[in-house]
């Protein structure tokens, strides 16, 4: 964690966000500004300080107080604002968090630094998570003045060429597995499933954009031509082969993790394509006599897919810009963790009165992971509620079985 968030003894953050305006944030989609720069260093801030450890933000002008607390409404539902798109990932990640966030005007510190290469770089996430925050802005708060604004200010993207092929590849591999060609609308709308978490739909996003600096973007940057090959299987490197055919420590091992596991409760493991890895939210299980859609069965596919390629990634980063290798073990143990966090994740949404419309019902976690759970003849039938027992799905060691 920077050391611009302390966490105190009695677990509350203090965040001073001047000390965080010597980063440069790598994904800001906005116009450089101060405000801009309070605002990166807020998110940056928010996603480093666990969401049950109370916070006080200490800023340097009174801006972040009026735009979260004073005027939250205004600014929430302004598209116009230069910073809307910031705004809207610090709110979600406001409500997302269950202890308290208080705003203070603090004292500026001011800055020292005296050329470009003091600045540091980091990564931000500013996609805002579905869960805690709604698209575009209220109706009753807009005006004429500000929807003919908006139009005017609409601009059409083209498509890349990159995205076009990767979601007819999907439509394709999930048509061979499933036996239907989902829309392109369909896609996209799969792609923010609340079964695959935030960060993963992000990634899965980017995958379908093709975003990632792998392979051939790296062929017109001189001096860096070597970092278009993989370092391990010397091949071209594309995300298909990391996903499916990389010989590093992680491919193999996860996916036959995955099948392992699938096949303690059901049969045939379906062949991964990279499409049908895109289109992973995509699956349609039926019962034996095709009447039925059995929704556990895919939401647990959709869920061992999406995690599984998320920590592929993360470990070809890990290999490939860290120089870290990781053993089998500890590729199991990773993969393992993983799992469990999304277990828990389901448990905690089964709570209608937290959560509402976004709770998950218990019939449905109870039918996603029934199953593959460690001692799970000695759990309640409803065992959502059950702590500590469950986080075992796989044991940690070498040996095969529910534990
Ligand atoms: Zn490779």
Redo the contacts with the bound molecule.
């Keep these: 964690m920077s050391a611009a968030v302390s966490v105190e003894k009695d677990l509350s953050a203090t965040i001073l966000l001047d000390d965080y305006l010597h980063l440069s944030f790598l994904d800001l989609d906005v116009e450089p500004s101060f405000h801009a720069a309070l605002l990166g260093g807020l998110l940056y801030a928010l996603q480093n300080v666990p969401h049950s450890v109370p916070a006080t933000v200490l800023c340097p002008a009174a801006y972040l107080g009026s735009v979260f607390v004073t005027n939250r409404s205004a600014y929430e539902n302004n598209p116009l604002d230069p910073n809307f798109p910031i705004i809207k990932s610090i709110i979600a990640h406001l409500q997302e968090r269950s202890a308290t966030t208080r705003f203070k005007v603090g004292k500026f510190n001011g800055l020292h630094i005296t050329n470009s290469s003091d600045y540091l770089s980091v990564s931000l996430d500013t996609q805002p998570d579905l869960m805690f925050t709604s698209p575009g802005i209220l109706l009753n708060t807009g005006s004429q003045r500000l929807f003919t604004k908006m139009i005017v200010t609409l601009k059409r993207h083209s498509s890349r060429k990159s995205t076009i092929s990767n979601l007819d590849r999907t439509r394709h591999c999930v048509n061979d597995e499933f036996d239907f060609y989902p829309s392109d609308k369909t896609i996209w709308k799969s792609l923010r499933s609340t079964d695959i978490s935030r960060l993963t739909r992000n990634f899965l996003w980017k995958c379908m954009h093709e975003t990632f600096h792998v392979g051939t973007f790296w062929d017109n940057v001189p001096d860096l031509r070597h970092l278009a090959y ?4 010397a ?1 071209p ?1 594309t995300m298909e ?2 996903a499916l ?4 420590p992680g ?1 193999k091992r996860i996916w036959s993790l995955c099948e392992r596991i699938w096949n303690l409760r059901f049969r045939q493991w379906p062949k991964l394509h990279w499409g049908l890895i895109l289109g992973c939210a995509l699956p349609r299980f039926r019962s034996t006599r095709g009447t039925r859609r059995l929704r556990g069965k895919e939401r647990f596919f959709t869920i061992l897919v999406s995690i599984s390629i998320h920590l592929l990634w993360k470990l070809r980063n890990e290999r490939v810009l860290e120089g870290k290798s990781v053993t089998n073990i500890e590729v199991e143990n990773r993969w393992l963790s993983a799992i469990n966090s999304a277990l828990r994740r389901d448990q905690i949404l089964t709570n209608k009165a937290r959560f509402g419309s976004l709770s998950k019902s218990k019939q449905m976690v109870l039918e996603t992971w029934s199953g593959v759970l460690q001692n799970e003849d000695a759990l309640p039938d409803d065992w959502t509620r059950s702590k500590g027992g469950l986080v075992g799905i796989w044991p940690t060691t070498r040996r095969i079985g529910v534990g």
């Design positions: 993989c370092p391990t299987c091949v490197e082969h990391i055919e990389c010989d590093a491919q």
